[in-house]
């Protein structure tokens, strides 16, 4: 079993800043994709960006030259460094991960975390 673990969420201006962290533990081999998603009120869920183990990472246009991916193999930690905030940027930031364990792949979703940017 797999648990993830955000944190740094909260309020803050626009154009302002935050940092995201989520940590992975339990039954981990390895963890190939790092992902962060967001969903905002009544709308879906979606990709903000991803990182693979080597560091190769991807974003989604609304956040490209704002946001910045990272991750800490060692610690199976992945980050998000959020810049020039925007009150569109509001809402519920999830950590997701592609964890391999004993030949099997589990698909792993933290708990969430608030993202509030004020105008």
């Known amino acids: 079993q797999v648990q993830l673990v955000e944190s740094g969420g909260g309020l803050v201006q626009a154009g302002g800043s935050l940092r995201l962290s989520c940590a992975a533990s339990?039954?981990?081999?390895?963890?190939?994709?790092m992902n962060w998603f967001r969903q905002a009120p009544g709308k879906q869920r979606e990709l903000v960006a991803g990182?693979?183990?080597?560091?190769?990472?991807n974003y989604a246009d609304s956040v490209k030259g704002r946001f910045t991916i990272s991750r800490d193999n060692d610690k199976n930690t992945v980050y998000l460094q959020m810049n020039s905030l925007k009150p569109e940027d509001t809402a519920v930031y999830y950590c997701n991960a592609v964890v391999r364990h004993l030949g099997n792949s589990f698909n792993s979703w933290g708990q969430g975390t608030q993202v509030t940017v004020s105008s």
């Open positions: 990182i693979i183990s080597g560091g190769s990472s």
């Open positions: 339990g039954s981990i081999s390895s963890i190939n994709t």
